[in-house]
Nanobody, 125 residues
């Protein structure tokens, strides 16, 4: 069972930055891609960004393109989400997820088999 642990959330002022981390453990050889999703109060969970385990391919939601960057560190089995120019609309619980199906990078939450517990990001002055 792959385990995912997120960290790095918190309170930040509008225009600020945060970096989220997602550490993977267990049979990580089975992971094909990692994704970040977020869920704001009263809203459905939405795709934010994804990266293949090789790091070669990435994808982003239109709402975060140019502001967020997803990356991974092979040695640490960790995926990061660098978030810049944050606004109140980015306030949500951010979840890390892992997909074990090869040859795809999915924007759909149902494609991801493993999930972290989530980390709260609040953008407010």
């Amino acid at each position: 069972q792959v385990q995912l642990v997120e960290s790095g959330g918190g309170l930040v002022q509008p225009g600020g930055s945060l970096r989220l981390s997602c550490a993977a453990s267990g049979p990580i050889f089975s992971i094909n891609a990692m994704g970040w999703f977020r869920q704001a109060p009263g809203k459905e969970r939405e795709f934010v960004a994804a990266i293949t385990w090789s790091g070669k391919n990435t994808d982003y939601a239109d709402s975060v393109k140019g502001r967020f960057t997803i990356s991974r560190d092979n040695a640490k089995n960790t995926v990061y989400l660098q978030m810049n120019s944050l606004g109140p609309e980015d306030t949500a619980v951010y979840y890390c997820a892992a997909d074990d199906v090869p040859f795809r990078i999915s924007l759909t939450s149902s494609a991801y088999k493993y999930w972290g517990q989530g980390t709260q990001v609040t953008v407010s002055s």
